[in-house]
């Protein structure tokens, strides 16, 4: 079988040495380009082939594939060869991961299914056959893998099933800078952040090293070496215009209820309270954020803390969706959600059939029946340690936004002004930590600064009172007569994240020398946070709308040193050009 994959691979072989081959390698995620040679890499492709007639377990796939084999150059492995099918693969506008999504679809299951490829063959020197298992769970993917015979092959290699084994640490601790730390800040205030800034900055890799630097090595959620457990990343696409890629629908088809990556995130999320759970929602302005983000910009609004400390909201999903008795035997939504059943069946027609005839509650029959109660009487709710950052590239490709998600999110631009040394460390906070942050420096525990205020939980003295009013007032001074005029959402928001960094210097404790970063907790500079997350980004227009605010916006910034405010006031200044007939606004 060997020979007939080798055979065939030559066959189906593309040239290599082009920029349009890449290879993710090693838990680095060091990716070899064709074109760039070996630096840095740890093994070396020697044949590289593209199929386009593919199959799994004999069922035609409308995808091409690219399969290779690649020679270890690390020293511990010197010349092993291997077969490599990662999803990472990637052949000019060819992927791996195209494909296994056409398997997901063309096998009829969906992308948590638990699925491994074990065999490979090329029949004809034109077709590529996978042969693979498919289990209800995780649990049943690994009986079938037991019983399977040995196969001493070297093509035998897993493919896009769940890991069951974790990933060891990559270093002991992880080093936060400034940057981190206004975050933290930020998140702490509100778990809802917009992350501006041209395109390769690094927005998207930001949100992830900050899973993986909460993301507890507990075999759990470290058994992916790409992404941590606390960490989801959803590719918002253009045609997005109402909720049902977020929160999911009921099929016209089948009755039953389509359920997203994203509730079962939030679910997920419910099963590790004291970890933040983190979503990108990547390229967030492809599509209007008003239409297919409604829901949750209304429900983040409803946040409340309770007496015991937690932060509770209304539901994102009705709880309808989990007490509807009209789905069909062949579809329980609890499964959907990744929820484990008490008891062994042999699918789910037959889970439904034995939950009919029995006399418990369906929650009795779920591991979980603490959380199928809930989703029942309160529905789907956004957990407290879920924090959402979107990113956002701002050009003609892109929707601008409205005053009502700037005004739900704290806003940060980030920008590349002069590379350093720093760069080449950067890879560091991509992997697991043995010391790990605590969730609670991130997880934002108030909500009204008044009610938190009059149970003492946090002190404000009176001249701090009379500075954030006068503050609030001065700025609403500056902007009256147009429509950015701002409004307690915002005074609310000064005096959680005043208390939110003074926290986070209490928990931090000897962790902040560690860094070598000092947490600026003087309310003066919590001013020009807020200028800076809130105000400016509201401002956007022409030079008769904007520059008579902005101008007395910068006369303020400068004579209160609110510098990183005014750096910008000017910048947007600029924009209207000698002639004053640009436009401008927050966004480069």
């Known amino acids: 079988m060997a020979s007939n994959i080798v055979i065939g691979m030559m066959h189906k072989c593309v040239t290599i040495n082009t920029h349009d081959f890449s290879l993710p390698i090693g838990k680095g995620s060091k990716i070899y380009y064709g074109n760039t040679g070996f630096d840095g890499a740890t093994s070396e492709p020697m044949l590289v082939s593209v199929f386009d007639k593919v199959f799994v377990n004999k069922v035609q796939i409308p995808a091409s594939f690219v399969l290779a084999i690649i020679r270890d150059r690390a020293e511990a492995h010197s010349g092993r060869l291997q077969i490599k099918y990662t999803p990472k693969l990637k052949y000019g506008n060819i992927s791996n991961?195209?494909?296994f999504k056409e398997a997901e679809k063309k096998l009829g299951i969906s992308s948590s299914t638990p699925w491994v490829i074990y065999d490979i063959d090329i029949a004809g020197q034109e077709e590529l056959h996978f042969t693979a298992l498919i289990g209800k769970d995780v649990q049943d993917l690994q009986n079938q893998m037991r019983n399977l015979p040995q196969i001493e092959d070297s093509n035998v290699a897993s493919g896009q099933s769940q890991s069951t084994s974790s990933v060891?640490?990559?270093?002991?601790?992880?080093?936060?800078?400034?940057?981190?730390?206004?975050?933290?800040a930020a998140i702490k205030t509100k778990p809802f952040l917009i992350l501006g800034g041209f395109s390769g900055t690094g927005k998207s890799l930001l949100v992830k090293s900050l899973a993986f630097a909460t993301c507890p090595c507990d075999g759990v959620l470290n058994t992916s070496e790409t992404s941590p457990g606390n960490y989801l990343l959803v590719s918002v696409k253009p045609n997005w215009h109402d909720a049902t890629d977020i929160t999911g629908f009921r099929s016209s088809v089948n009755r039953n209820y389509y359920v997203t990556d994203f509730m079962r995130f939030l679910v997920k999320a419910k099963?590790?309270?004291?970890?933040?759970?983190?979503?990108?929602l990547d390229e967030m302005n492809l599509a209007p954020v008003e239409e297919y983000f409604a829901d949750f910009l209304s429900v983040i609004e409803s946040r409340k803390r309770k007496k015991d400390g937690s932060v509770v909201t209304d539901a994102i999903v009705p709880a309808s969706v989990f007490n509807d008795s009209s789905y069909g035997d062949d579809f329980n939504i609890f499964l959907e959600l990744g929820l484990k059943p008490t008891i062994e069946v042999k699918d789910v027609t037959d889970f439904s059939a034995r939950i009919k005839e029995a006399e418990e509650d369906e929650s009795d029959f779920f591991e979980q029946s603490w959380l199928v109660d809930e989703l029942k009487r309160d529905g789907l709710t956004i957990p407290q340690n879920v924090i959402i950052i979107g990113t956002v590239n701002m050009d003609d490709t892109t929707n601008s936004f409205s005053r009502k998600v700037i005004d739900r999110a704290m806003?940060?631009?980030?920008?590349v002004e002069d590379f350093d040394q720093s760069y080449f460390k950067y890879d560091a906070m991509l992997g697991y930590v043995k010391n790990y942050r605590k969730g609670e420096l991130f997880i934002s525990d108030e909500v009204r600064a008044t009610e938190m205020l009059m149970n003492d939980r946090f002190e404000l003295s009176e001249e701090d009172k009379s500075k954030i009013i006068d503050f609030?007032?001065?700025?609403?001074s500056d902007l009256k007569g147009t429509p950015f005029k701002i409004s307690y959402r915002i005074l609310n928001e000064t005096i959680l994240l005043y208390r939110a960094k003074k926290k986070i210097v209490e928990l931090m404790g000897e962790e902040e020398e560690k860094d070598d970063v000092q947490i600026n907790t003087d309310l003066n500079s919590i001013f020009d946070n807020i200028l800076m997350q809130?105000?400016?980004?509201?401002?956007?227009?022409?030079?008769?709308?904007?520059?008579?605010?902005?101008?007395?916006l910068a006369a303020r910034a400068d004579?209160?040193?609110?510098?990183?405010?005014?750096?910008?006031i000017e910048f947007m200044i600029?924009?209207?050009?000698?002639?004053?007939s640009g436009f401008t606004s927050f966004w480069n």
Request: hydrophobic share 30%; proline share 5%; glycine share 2%.
């Open 534 to 552: 809130k105000v400016l980004p509201r401002i956007e227009g022409d030079y008769e709308k904007c520059d008579a605010c902005l101008v007395k």
């Open 411 to 415: 806003t940060f631009e980030t920008i």
């Open 168 to 184: 060891e640490p990559s270093s002991d601790d992880v080093e936060l800078d400034a940057r981190d730390y206004a975050y933290m």
């Open 271 to 280: 099963h590790h309270p004291k970890v933040p759970f983190f979503v990108c």
């Open 574 to 580: 600029e924009r209207f050009g000698k002639d004053h």
């Open 472 to 476: 609030i007032n001065s700025i609403n």
């Open 559 to 568: 004579k209160y040193n609110w510098n990183q405010s005014l750096e910008k």
């Open 97 to 99: 991961e195209d494909f």
